[in-house]
């Protein structure tokens, strides 16, 4: 059944050869998934001095079929209506103050 002529002795320097290619493969697996990310982009120039940062751009308002102002709503994508300064959305209740 178990035949001894089949098995191999593990030498001291088989060990380490073996374990140093089993530590070398973990190594580039962990660092393919680094590597293959995109590179950082280099943040923004800082506006000049006297210059006036300009804040996010202006929407143009969205009007339904009663001529009523809207917004999408940034969780279920239904109407958002405003009543007063709250604009609550009508299908899952979101809202939030202007």
């Known amino acids: 059944m178990?035949?001894?002529?089949?098995?191999?002795?593990?030498?001291?320097?088989?060990?380490?050869?073996?374990s140093a290619l089993f530590a070398a493969a973990i190594a580039l697996a962990s660092a393919l998934p680094a590597h293959a990310q995109e590179p950082q982009?280099?943040?923004?120039?800082?506006?000049a001095p006297g210059e006036k940062k300009d804040e996010a751009p202006k929407k143009k308002p969205l009007f339904d079929k009663d001529g009523?102002?809207?917004?999408?709503?940034d969780m279920c994508g239904g109407n958002m209506y405003k009543q007063e300064?709250?604009?609550t959305c009508e299908q899952c209740g979101f809202s939030y103050e202007e």
Not at 2 to 18: I, P, Q
Not at 68 to 73: G, I, L, M, N, T
Request: net charge positive.
């Open 2 to 18: 178990f035949d001894s002529t089949m098995t191999t002795r593990v030498d001291r320097r088989g060990f380490l050869k073996g």
């Open 41 to 47: 982009q280099p943040p923004a120039p800082a506006p």
């Open 68 to 73: 009523r102002e809207y917004r999408v709503c």
């Open 85 to 87: 300064k709250t604009w």
